[in-house]
């Protein structure tokens, strides 16, 4: 087998030897961790055909180690690796490296048999190798980042091409590190059965198998079986204004964060459920952590469409001064359960996509965020001039919002404007093309709901003022009181890449802005109506 060339030669040409891949100015140092360096090669030392496998599955290149020596290690080590694979009977120790650098003329380069002693010795032992690898990574990303912003800084300065080519290399450069990650290897179908027998198992006659978080909307979950999950990560919600797109998503991220039962089972080796007296053992809660991204509203009136659409009081009559006493008890409830919600609220105007991200990754790392709300998407903007063309700037947009979900592993609720040409004819239903300015959002999204007015016959409509008259009466009693009574509204799922399309019919009360089930509400008014019987 052909020898591994040594790469002494080639880093002598392109860089100084005290550091591997860019020229080091005295006053400042690119970012790197020698110990973290150190780590991953005692790993090796300490197991080496365990962890030089670990290594090339996470895609480890001699360029990761910054610390010349380090490096030099590393790319002998590999070169041992390939020789035992090749069908040399070699085994990989502090002797034979030893060997492999004498014989390469890199013993003195990397401090000799010191130094390797004092690698192997170095950890305890091979359990943390993972966690080295990750700050190795996370700083050779750093130093390649700043070689692909100095290299535009020296472009423009020299000035061979147009900045927009610089800034599309640009671009693609970042954009290719942000996509950098542990290739995964293929697995046989039976790899997967466990997972879907255990969603089997857990299967439960009657009621909406959830594979992400509930909105509370009972009819909803029946169609999503959850928002997240196995039903992908992005959520598109769009409406004209005024109909409650706003309202529906304060809506679900209040069920989330103060309602959502979920529950974390043991599992054993095997995957398997650890069960405890014929019941799966584990630890449960309600609610989890909501960040909600406010482009449009500020916080403070935002945080007090909450309270009151938690306490079902009406915001119109308190603010006019005419409130019922019976209204404090609610809104006072519903103070104390939002005051300890876990949901964090950004109403930063203009925010830029890439400032978004950055935000959204921090929230998600710090406060462990299970669902990311963004009110809306067309006050979002990129930092890249795309000269006044909205929609290849909005299909960018989409695009890192949909990365964001994907590398989070977080639903994220966007709302959207729907353009006039839907109004135009009133009988039809929306459709994907009535989103507005761009067309990469019914491709990135993996649902897209409507919230829209129903067009009721002439008979249904008497039908359900009837409907209304009875459970909203007049102070006269002859007619409606349209101050509390719901309007009707569907949530048309126009696309669902993992289940139906349909509608589900909802009941908006404007006055608290709260959604109710039409069907449940039709059955609770049915039950309030229906005579009692008398009991044996």
Same mark, same amino acid.
């Given at each position: 087998?052909?020898?591994?060339? =040594? ?25 790197? =961790? ?37 490096? #030099?290690?590393?790319?002998? #080590? ?99 590190? @942000?996509?950098? =990650? ?10 997967? #059965? ?108 935002? @945080? ?31 103070? =104390? ?200």
């Amino acid at each position: 087998m052909s020898e591994i060339p =040594s790469i002494e030669a080639e880093n002598s040409k392109k860089t100084p030897k005290r550091g591997h891949g860019r020229k080091d100015t005295p006053d400042r140092l690119p970012p790197y =961790s020698v110990e973290a360096e150190r780590g991953v090669l005692g790993c090796i030392l300490l197991e080496p055909e365990e962890c030089l496998n670990a290594c090339q599955e996470h895609g480890v290149l001699e360029d990761w180690f910054y610390d010349l020596p380090n490096a #030099l290690i590393y790319h002998n #080590l590999l070169a041992l690796e390939t020789s035992r694979a090749g069908g040399a009977e070699i085994g990989i120790d502090i002797i034979t490296l030893q060997q492999r650098l004498r014989d390469t003329g890199n013993l003195d380069e990397v401090g000799g048999l010191a130094y390797l002693s004092e690698l192997s010795g170095f950890v305890p032992s091979a359990a943390n190798l993972a966690y080295y690898l990750d700050i190795v990574r996370e700083k050779w990303l750093a130093r390649r980042v700043i070689q692909a912003g100095t290299e535009m800084v020296s472009c423009i300065f020299e000035a061979e091409r147009p900045v927009d080519s610089i800034l599309g290399d640009c671009q693609r450069d970042i954009t290719g590190l @942000v996509d950098t =990650s542990v290739p995964r290897a293929e697995l046989r179908v039976r790899e997967f #059965l466990p997972g879907v027998i255990r969603k089997l198992e857990e299967y439960h006659r009657g009621h909406a198998q959830m594979d992400g978080l509930s909105t509370g909307l009972e009819y909803v979950d029946k169609m999503l079986c959850g928002i997240g999950g196995e039903n992908g990560n992005m959520f598109v919600l769009a409406a004209r204004p005024g109909v409650g797109k706003t309202s529906m998503a304060t809506q679900i991220a209040l069920h989330v964060a103060l309602d959502h039962l979920w529950f974390d089972a043991e599992r054993d080796a095997n995957g398997d459920m650890v069960m405890e007296n014929d019941k799966p053992k584990g630890k449960g809660g309600k609610g989890l952590p909501v960040g909600i991204f406010s482009l449009e509203m500020a916080s403070e009136a935002l @945080v007090k469409r909450m309270v009151f659409q938690r306490a079902q009081a009406d915001m119109q009559r308190w603010r006019t001064g005419f409130a019922y006493k019976d209204d404090f008890p609610p809104i006072i409830r519903a103070v =104390s359960e939002i005051q300890n919600a876990q949901i964090f609220v950004d109403d930063t105007p203009r925010t830029s996509v890439e400032e978004l991200v950055a935000k959204a990754r921090r929230m998600r790392r710090q406060h462990g965020i299970r669902l990311f709300v963004v009110d809306y998407l067309q006050l979002l903007h990129a930092r890249k001039d795309y000269k006044n063309d909205r929609v290849q700037e909005l299909a960018y947009v989409t695009g890192m919002l949909f990365a964001l979900g994907k590398l989070l592993n977080v639903p994220i609720i966007i709302l959207t404007q729907m353009n006039r040409d839907y109004e135009k004819d009133p009988l039809r239903d929306p459709r994907l093309s009535d989103l507005k300015d761009c067309g990469a959002t019914e491709q990135d999204a993996d649902v897209v709901a409507f919230l829209h007015g129903t067009r009721m016959s002439d008979t249904a409509k008497e039908r359900f003022d009837e409907q209304m008259a009875k459970a909203y009466p007049n102070t006269n009693g002859t007619g409606i009181d349209w101050s509390k009574a719901p309007m009707r509204v569907n949530m048309l799922f126009a696309k669902n890449r993992y289940g139906p399309t349909g509608k589900a019919e909802l009941l908006f009360h404007k006055s608290s802005t709260l959604f109710v089930d039409y069907e449940k509400w039709q059955k609770s008014q049915r039950a309030t109506q229906e005579p009692q019987q008398p009991k044996l």
